[in-house]
C-alpha cells in the first residue's frame, strides 16, 4: 500500500527534529558495506538510506538487508561527510524509509540544510572538523546550490 503525501512528509519531519535533538542518524551496514538502493524514480539514481531512529533502520534490516545491522553516525560526520560526499556523487539520501522501503527521497545538501536549519532553530550547538560554525556551512551549502 502506498503511502500519502503527508505521511512521508511527517516522517522526514520526524527525521530532521530527531537528528537534530540527538545528534545522530543511523545506516545499516554489513560486512560488505552500507545499505543502498536504488531510487524509486530511477534505477540510475542511487540513494543511501538513513533512519532517525535505530528501531526504525533494524525494521528494515530484511529481505536484500537481511545480514545488515544499524549503526550509528554522529550527526557532524553525517553532514560533513556523507551529504557533501552523496551530492558530489549525487547519490541521493533515503529518509526514514519504512520496510517497504517508502519515504522521502532527497538531495543530500537539502538534508543537510534542514538538519542545520533546525539545529539554529533549537540553538543547538555543534562541532565540525571543516566549518567554524552551523551558519558558515549553510552558506556554503547555500552557494553550492546555487
Known amino acids: 500500500m502506498l503511502q500519502d503525501q503527508a505521511t512521508i512528509e511527517s516522517k522526514y519531519k520526524l527525521f530532521i527534529e530527531r537528528a537534530a535533538a540527538s545528534k545522530l542518524v543511523w545506516g545499516l551496514k554489513s560486512k560488505d558495506g552500507w545499505a543502498n538502493s536504488y531510487s524509486n ?64 527521497e532527497s538531495e543530500a545538501l537539502n538534508v543537510a540544510l534542514d538538519i542545520l536549519n533546525q539545529l539554529n532553530a533549537i540553538n543547538s550547538a555543534i562541532s565540525f572538523k571543516n566549518y567554524s560554525s552551523i551558519n558558515e556551512f549553510i552558506t556554503e551549502i547555500g552557494e553550492s546550490l546555487d
Open 41 to 104: 524514480d530511477s534505477e540510475e539514481v542511487d540513494v543511501i538510506p538513513f533512519w532517525s531512529d535505530r528501531a526504525y533502520a533494524k525494521i528494515c534490516a530484511r529481505d536484500e538487508w537481511k545480514g545488515y545491522v544499524p549503526v550509528e553516525i554522529p550527526l557532524a560526520e553525517f553532514l560533513e561527510s556523507w551529504c557533501v560526499g552523496m551530492a558530489d556523487e549525487e547519490t541521493l539520501a533515503g529518509v526514514n524509509w519504512d520496510a517497504n522501503m517508502f519515504g522521502v
